[in-house]
């Protein structure tokens, strides 16, 4: 092959596309680069658009702006980034023996073909719509676009009322975005909880006391059935549970590989529905690559494909496959299915397997939940996160975690998210020498706490229920002592139905007011001095003592 | 030994000292615990102190108080932990055979001899104070416990002049304090720069530059030569470069392992002048253990024994400990040296080796300095960061790392941790899955486009200069081209003497208007665009080009 005459062709020109174009052109001066993308803007942070609706902005285009404020149109890529881009133009069909795509221009209805040495395939991701009556009407949209951004704000400056169809990422920013515009929202999620695949039951409760707090209404375990409308425009949803007036609705029911020109193609598709790649992100064709939300990936822990679709993973899988066009032979190992969303004021993040990811492949996972102050606790503006660590039984490997709260939960996930990746027990982590001063930790970081909390329940010294396991013993018939720890004061302020107060301070010198025949289920606000008590009614010979992790904080 | 006639005892009640005795009454409710502390207080948190005085809380309680406002004294321990504080009593000497301590108590000046099967030295360190003229004025204090800063908080009230000794910490911490509270502030560090220790120069300036920026009057390279005063009050500092006005001296050059009571015993004492001690934190004597400030830890990355007191160790040092005691078998492997400070507007933080540490081991680090946006750029509250990240030439694994800017250090630093505790390659970091939400990060994350810049590096496809080096450039004979690539907007803010215009945009169209023989030196404001522009140039068959790493924001 004739390094000066390679030609690439590159199929969509958001994040994967325009990565592997642009780190392309940096390693080969030479090569031919066209990017072809249908849409007619390119390379906008479609992460972005939420905050554009919220009003955190005004210009749609700082979307597409370099960190610099320059917009990154056709110009700005062929005059800094040295490639050529043709917007408003679609890939109509692969010959692949020939090596031809076919693409047309959807301003002029043109056709043309376009010979390639190398093509990518960053076709993304499409909304998904369902096929229920009303879909149609005007009023009724996905987010993906900055043109979708753009309608979208154009109804919510007249919008009072909106419904938002699914309670994932994007369902739970634009709640958020539409709700602190003043519009009066309904969030509707078939599951019985939001980020279903992302967070197990007892945190996203967490989060759905967030969002009811903000005035969301919250309709959880409601599928939606219709959508009415008036002279073409929306006006209700209809669900299995409820009908809702609605002057707007987001579709926010999830994503599907863009797949329609690789499967046309003949090329393979995963078991996910995306293309399947290899470690070097090579589909079935080796002239053809696939990078991006169309684009499969592995998941770190268990080996299996998965479909995760993301900006961060998009912009690495464009990275790999410029090199491996270059001959670089780069591989993307793959993924831990990492997730970040602000909710109001929580921070809301995951790494790794869910507790109920980890039994559905057939691990023994131990859990531990641990709320702490994200700072040391006496320094202005600490405020509290709630971790969840999720470890092999056997192996005391991390396994992953989910955080929430309105603290620093970034930081957790992302020191965690390293730890996975390089296999890290438990053990490990809690001897983690983490940065430390008042502003930013607590001597003993909360994750390190965590680490430890998980460590004492593995080797039997702390003994505990999450609040599900409370939950489900309130609920039954045992008769045990659910034994509030805490301070008086703090009794008094809140506390939860069924509870005993006899604060930690005194526990020592009253224990023989505790029934030594009864379970004892002891907490706090924290789980700090719940399992202190444990300890201390084991120590005095209770053998039926545990704490419930998490505390007041953890208490859904 | 039986184990219910046990008998731990603990000298020095402050961090160590009371994990320790805290931990091991969790693990064991027989054992007999005292703990001595020869201070009138215990279980403070003396990393608050800074920040009492500054005046970010009133009560100087708060620093001894637990997440729930109770105070950590001798009742508490009693009632909640379950063990016994003896403050205000001092621990005189060790009689090693006979396993017995003997103890003065401070008030009635009582003296006691208490048997040990156990015993804990949890010594701590002592502020270093010079033997200079002047020292024992009053006004002249170092910064320790709660009654050193209830007197220097008194000193600051009335105070207009303060001359802080030494740019560690706890320097950088007091000048920032006092400076807070309109006090004009004199820093004075012998070396030429602060936190010699802890930061290569470069990354040192940028916090000079902040100090500067707040008024600080900072004298580098200036040694405390006397102290004067009038009428047996401080009045002025004299150094090796000046006289400064002075109604307050904070003296912070550093403390020292506290061993007295070790070293008196004949207990080893190690390289670093702390107490020597096994994994498991035992000393020469098996009876005795060592645990925080007063003890060593090994550097996990050289393997060398390293004296780093800081708070975060002493906990777990204590925790370990405690568990060794009951025969549970812990290690401590060791630490990284990991560091955080707030000064002012930045937060600096560093861990593992320094550029300057691993040529001193011997090693052949590469290191690059990486500045970004801490989050999305154009999400409200994106704040720069500059990363200095140091890697192994031969086996690219992640030696360390320094990170300096208003935006989001903490993050990085601590997901460096873990990849430098679990031995993380450069490569393998740029992979992370990173969890990415434009409130949180960028798709491609500060830390991950580190990386990625320190592999281009690495593979000769980044070749770039740091701005200590292009320093030298400008100040030699060469006759280069330093060519600032971004808008010509930009370059009216603000721009690098000696530097010529030319915008990246127009580099491809212009390139017959730069030499082809003499070097080019590209940079930007980050470092991105003057990456970008070798790559072209080079692309263009210009040889002699490199890009200056840090941009406008790592110039110092
Ligand atoms: C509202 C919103 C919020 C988000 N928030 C986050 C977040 O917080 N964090 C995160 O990591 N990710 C987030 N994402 C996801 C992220 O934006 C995507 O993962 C990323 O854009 C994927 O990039 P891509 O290039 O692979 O695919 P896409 O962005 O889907 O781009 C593919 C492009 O290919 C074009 N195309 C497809 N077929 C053809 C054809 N036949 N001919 C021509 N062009 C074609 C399409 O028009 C499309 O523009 C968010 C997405 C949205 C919509
Ligand atoms: C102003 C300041 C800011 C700090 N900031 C940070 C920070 O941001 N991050 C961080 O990690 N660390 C920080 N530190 C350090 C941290 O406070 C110490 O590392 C920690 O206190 C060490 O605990 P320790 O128990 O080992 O020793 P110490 O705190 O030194 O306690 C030892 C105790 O032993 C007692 N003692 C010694 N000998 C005897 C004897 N013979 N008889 C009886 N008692 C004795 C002493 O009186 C002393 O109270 C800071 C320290 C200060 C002073
Ligand atoms: C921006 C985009 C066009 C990619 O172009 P790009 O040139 O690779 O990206 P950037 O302009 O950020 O430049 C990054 C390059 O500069 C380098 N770089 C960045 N900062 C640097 C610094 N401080 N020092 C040295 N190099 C630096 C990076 O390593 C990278 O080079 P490499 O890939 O050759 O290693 C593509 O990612 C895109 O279109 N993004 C917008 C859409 C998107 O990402 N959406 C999903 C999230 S909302
Ligand atoms: C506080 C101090 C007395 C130690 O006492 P302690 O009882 O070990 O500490 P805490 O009260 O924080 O309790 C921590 C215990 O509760 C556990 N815990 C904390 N939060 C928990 C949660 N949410 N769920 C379950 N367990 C939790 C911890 O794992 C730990 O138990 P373990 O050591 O048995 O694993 C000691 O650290 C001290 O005096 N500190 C102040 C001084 C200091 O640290 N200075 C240096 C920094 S400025
Ligand atoms: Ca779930
Ligand atoms: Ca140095």
Redesign the pocket.
Same mark, same amino acid.
């Given at each position: 092959m004739d390094q000066k005459k390679r030609r690439v062709v590159v199929v969509g020109g /958001? #994040?994967a596309g325009? &990565?592997v *174009? =642009?780190?392309l052109r $940096?390693?080969d001066p030479e090569v031919e680069i066209t990017v072809i993308e249908r849409g007619s803007q /390119? =390379?906008? !942070? #479609?992460? #972005?658009l939420p905050y554009y609706i919220e009003g955190l902005f005004e210009d749609l285009d700082e979307v $597409?702006q370099?960190p610099a404020g320059v917009v $990154?149109d056709e110009t700005f890529?062929r005059k800094v &980034?040295g490639f050529d881009v043709r917007a408003s133009t679609e890939a109509l069909n692969v010959a692949r023996k020939a090596r031809i795509l076919r693409v047309r221009d959807l301003q002029t209805g043109e056709e043309e073909n376009l010979a390639y040495d190398v093509l990518v395939l960053a076709t993304g991701n499409r909304p998904i719509l369902p096929s229920i009556p009303g879909i149609d009407l005007a009023g009724v949209h996905a987010l993906k676009s900055p043109e979708d951004a753009g309608y979208l704000m154009d109804l919510s400056r007249t919008a009072r009322t909106a419904v938002i169809v699914g309670g994932g990422l994007i369902g739970l920013e634009m709640a958020e975005a539409l709700a602190k515009r003043g519009i009066a929202v309904t969030l509707v999620e078939m599951k019985d909880q939001i980020l279903a695949s992302a967070l197990d039951f007892g945190m996203a409760a967490l989060v759905h006391r967030e969002l009811r707090k903000n005035g969301v209404n919250l309709r959880l375990g409601e599928g939606v059935q219709a959508i009415e409308g008036e002279e073409g425009r929306v006006s209700r949803v209809l669900t299995t549970g409820g009908s809702y007036a609605a002057d707007m609705v987001v579709m926010a029911i999830g994503v599907r590989p863009e797949v329609t020109l690789a499967r046309d193609a003949g090329l393979e598709i995963g078991p996910t529905g995306a293309i399947a790649v290899d470690a070097g992100l090579r589909t079935s064709d080796p002239s053809i690559y696939a990078a991006g939300d169309c684009a499969e990936s592995t998941d770190l822990l268990t080996g299996k494909k998965v479909y995760v679709p993301l !900006?961060?993973t *998009?912009?690495k899988h !464009? $990275?790999v496959v #410029?090199d491996n066009i270059c001959g670089r032979n780069e591989t993307f190992a793959g993924i831990l299915g990492s997730l970040i969303v602000k909710v109001f004021d929580l921070n809301v993040a995951r790494t790794g397997l869910s507790e109920e990811d980890a039994r559905l492949v057939g691990l023994d996972p131990v859990t531990l939940l641990a709320p702490s102050p994200d700072r040391a606790h006496i320094y202005p503006g600490a405020k509290p996160i709630v971790i969840k660590l999720v470890a092999d039984r056997a192996s005391r490997r991390i396994l992953g975690a989910q955080i929430v709260g309105p603290g620093n939960v970034d930081k957790r996930i992302d020191t965690l998210v390293a730890a996975l990746t390089l296999g890290a027990t438990v053990d490990q982590v809690a001897a983690f020498d983490l940065a430390y001063a008042p502003p930013f930790a607590s001597a003993m970081d909360p994750l390190i706490t965590a680490a430890n909390a998980l460590r004492n329940k593995l080797d039997g010294i702390g003994i505990s229920l999450d609040p599900a396991e409370v939950m489900e013993l309130l609920e039954g018939e045992e008769d045990f002592v659910f034994l509030d720890v805490r301070s008086p004061a703090e009794y008094s302020e809140v506390r939860i139905p069924g509870s005993t107060l006899l604060p930690l301070g005194m526990l020592r010198q009253r224990l023989a007011e505790l029934p030594r025949d009864r379970r004892i289920v002891a907490f706090c606000k924290l789980s700090l001095r719940g399992y202190e008590a444990q300890r201390i009614l084991q120590g005095a010979g209770f053998d039926r003592v545990c704490f419930m992790e998490g505390g007041i904080l953890g208490w859904p």
């Open positions: /958001v #994040a325009m &990565k *174009a =642009s780190r $940096r390693l /390119v =390379s906008y !942070g #479609a992460c #972005a $597409r370099t $990154r890529f &980034k !900006g961060s *998009a912009n !464009g $990275r #410029a």
